[in-house]
């Protein structure tokens, strides 16, 4: 027959074997056979490997869409800087200008300092 074991019993001997307990002194503290516990930290252990690749896959993601976005927004600044007439920037005023300007590449910075820490981060998990 297979014992049952409260939600919060699992949690204490995972939490016990975190702290660096070992699995039979942890089996001899709950009374619970050795190889349920070996089972729940395997299983805890897979859980925390998947976890792990899944944030890496989604930041992975995320950085690509960050370069796809930097990337067109810079085409489409270029696009913008070559369509303007020329008789219309002539109308501007420098401040008007310049606006225009900065808002374009505070974009781009904006997301270049995304995509550096993102990448940052991902060497300081990798690590």
Not at 19 to 44: C, F, H, L, M
Not at 82 to 109: R, T
Request: charged share 30%; glycine share 4%.
């Amino acid at each position: 027959m297979r014992n049952s074991y409260s939600k919060e019993t699992k949690a204490a001997v995972i939490a016990s074997l975190l702290e660096g307990q070992s699995v039979s002194r942890v089996a001899r503290d709950y009374n619970i056979p050795s190889g349920t516990v070996k089972s729940w930290k395997n299983r805890q252990e897979h859980s925390d490997n998947a976890t792990v690749s899944a944030v890496a896959t989604q930041k992975k993601e995320i950085s690509d869409l960050i370069i796809e976005l930097l990337e067109t927004h810079l085409r489409a600044a270029i696009d913008i800087a070559c369509a303007i007439d020329e008789d219309y920037i002539k109308k501007q005023s420098a401040s008007e200008v310049a606006v225009l300007l900065g808002v374009i590449n505070d974009k781009a910075f904006r997301m270049l300092e995304a995509l550096g820490r993102a990448e940052n981060d991902d060497q300081s998990t990798e690590s």
